[in-house]
C-alpha cells in the first residue's frame, strides 16, 4: 500500500532541499553595503600597488612572484632570449592587470544579475580577493603596507574555503563544518614556533597537515550534500564547481610535474618556474568561470556534455602523447643498435611516421573510448540511446501491430523504468481500422 505526503509538506521539504540564498529588506541592504565596502578597498589597494609594481618587479631577488619576477641566475638565459628583467616584470604586471579586469567583469555581471542573492554577492568578492593571492600584483605595495597584503591573501584564501562550505545551497552540510573552516583559517596565520630551526617538526607541520585535511573535509562535505541533501538544480551546480576545482588541480600539476621529475628543470638558472603566474591567470580563468556559471544556473545541464568530452579528449590527448613518446623514442632506440650510432639524434623518418600513425588512430581510438566512457559512466543514458534507436529501427521495418507493442512496452520500461507499464488499445466503431488510437499508461517513476 503506498501513501502520499501531503502537498505542504512536500513543499516545505522542497523549501529547505532548495536553500533558498536571495535577501530581501534590511538584510540585503546589509549585504550589499558589506560586499561592496570589501571590494571597494580590495580594488583601492590594487591601484595603490600600481605604481611600484613594475620597478619591484625588474629588480631580482630570490623568491620570485612573491617578491618579484626573475632571480639573478635567470638573467643570462633570460638575455638569450632577447628579454631584459624590466621586459619580464611589465609582462608580469599586464598578466596580473587583465586577471583583476577578469574578475571586476566577473563580478560585475554576477552583481548585475542577481544583486539579491548572497552567494552571488560572496562569490564576486571572492573572485575580486583571488589577485591578491594569486598573482604579483600586490608586489608593488610600500613595506608600510606588508600586513594589509598578508591580510587580503589569507582573505583570498579563507573566502575560497568558506564558499566551498557553503556551496551551493547557501548552508553548511553538515553542520559541523564551520569547525573545519575555523580550523583552516588559523593554520593560514603566522606559525608561533620559531624560524631558527629549534622548533619541533610537529609544530611545524601542523599547518600543513590541518589544510591537507581540512581540504579533504570540503571535498567530502560536498560529496556528502550531492548524494544525501541537494535537488537535480544544486546537483548540477555542485557538479560545475568539482568540475572548476578538478580542472584547476588537472592543469596545475600537468604544469608542475615536469619540473619534479626533470631535473634540468630544477636549475636555479631555469626559466621553467617563470610559467607560475600564467599558471595562477589559468586557475582564476577556470574558477572564475566554472562558479560564475553554477551561481547565475546559466545553462547548468552543459556540464555532463563537458564532463563527458573532457574525459575523452583528455584521456585521447595521453593516450597520442604516449604513443608518439614511444613511437620516436622507441625507434631512435631500435635505429642506434642496428647502426651503432648516436641515439641522441632524432631521425625526422621516425617523427614523421609516428605522426602518421597517430593520425591513422585518431578517429577509431576517440570513438572507441566514446563508447567506453558512455558504458562505464553514462551507463543508463547510453542504454536508453540504443534502445531508443532499435524501437526506431523496429517501426520502421514491423508491421506486425501486436510486435510494435511489445517493442513500445519494452522501449518504456527500459528507457523511463517505471513501476509499472501497460498498453490499451482502443477501437472506434466511426473509424476505420487503421485510425486505431493506442493509449499509453504508466505509474510513476520508481
Request: proline share 6%.
Amino acid at each position: 500500500m503506498e501513501t502520499v505526503a501531503p502537498a505542504s509538506s512536500l513543499a516545505s521539504a522542497a523549501d529547505s532541499a532548495r536553500g533558498d540564498t536571495r535577501l530581501r529588506g534590511r538584510r540585503l541592504l546589509l549585504a550589499r553595503a558589506v560586499v561592496f565596502a570589501a571590494i571597494g578597498l580590495t580594488l583601492a589597494l590594487y591601484l595603490v600597488a600600481l605604481p611600484g609594481l613594475i620597478p619591484q618587479l625588474a629588480t631580482p631577488c630570490a623568491n620570485i612572484v612573491s617578491q618579484c619576477a626573475v632571480t639573478p641566475q635567470q638573467i643570462a638565459p633570460l638575455a638569450r632570449l632577447g628579454l631584459t628583467p624590466h621586459d619580464l616584470a611589465v609582462i608580469t604586471a599586464i598578466i596580473s592587470v587583465g586577471c583583476v579586469a577578469l574578475v571586476v567583469v566577473v563580478a560585475a555581471v554576477l552583481i548585475w544579475r542577481r544583486s539579491d542573492d548572497w552567494m552571488a554577492l560572496f562569490l564576486a568578492l571572492t573572485l575580486i580577493l583571488m589577485p591578491a593571492n594569486f598573482t604579483a600584483l600586490l608586489v608593488g605595495l610600500p613595506p608600510s603596507l606588508d600586513g594589509l597584503r598578508a591580510l587580503a591573501s589569507n582573505a583570498s584564501l579563507f573566502s575560497w574555503f568558506l564558499l566551498y562550505g557553503l556551496f551551493p545551497s547557501g548552508r553548511f552540510e553538515p553542520r559541523w563544518l564551520w569547525l573545519v573552516i575555523v580550523a583552516m583559517s588559523l593554520a593560514l596565520l603566522p606559525s608561533p614556533a620559531p624560524d631558527d630551526g629549534t622548533a619541533p617538526a610537529v609544530l611545524v607541520a601542523l599547518p600543513e597537515v590541518v589544510g591537507v585535511l581540512g581540504l579533504a573535509f570540503l571535498l567530502g562535505s560536498q560529496i556528502y550534500r550531492y548524494r544525501r541533501i541537494s535537488n537535480p538544480e544544486q546537483r548540477q551546480q555542485s557538479k560545475w564547481g568539482f568540475y572548476g576545482l578538478v580542472l584547476t588541480i588537472i592543469a596545475n600539476q600537468v604544469l608542475w610535474q615536469p619540473a619534479i621529475w626533470i631535473p634540468a628543470l630544477q636549475r636555479p638558472d631555469s626559466l621553467y618556474s617563470l610559467l607560475a603566474l600564467p599558471d595562477s591567470a589559468l586557475m582564476i580563468v577556470i574558477m572564475a568561470v566554472s562558479f560564475s556559471v553554477a551561481i547565475l544556473r546559466y545553462r547548468l545541464y552543459d556540464i555532463d556534455l563537458l564532463v563527458n568530452r573532457t574525459l575523452v579528449y583528455g584521456s585521447l590527448s595521453v593516450i597520442l602523447a604516449l604513443v608518439y613518446l614511444v613511437g620516436v623514442v622507441g625507434s631512435q632506440s631500435v635505429v642506434a643498435r642496428l647502426t651503432h650510432a648516436n641515439g641522441a639524434e632524432q631521425s625526422p623518418v621516425s617523427v614523421v611516421l609516428t605522426t602518421l600513425v597517430i593520425a591513422a588512430l585518431f578517429q577509431p581510438l576517440r570513438r572507441r573510448l566514446q563508447t567506453f566512457i558512455d558504458l562505464r559512466f553514462y551507463r543508463r543514458k547510453y542504454n536508453a540511446a540504443r534502445t531508443l534507436a532499435s524501437f526506431a529501427d523496429a517501426l520502421r521495418d514491423d508491421v506486425n501491430l501486436r510486435d510494435l507493442s511489445d517493442h513500445l512496452v519494452s522501449a518504456v520500461d527500459e528507457t523511463m523504468r517505471p513501476a509499472h507499464v501497460s498498453l490499451w488499445l482502443r477501437e472506434r466503431a466511426e473509424r476505420p481500422a487503421h485510425q486505431d488510437q493506442s493509449t499509453l499508461s504508466s505509474s510513476a517513476l520508481r
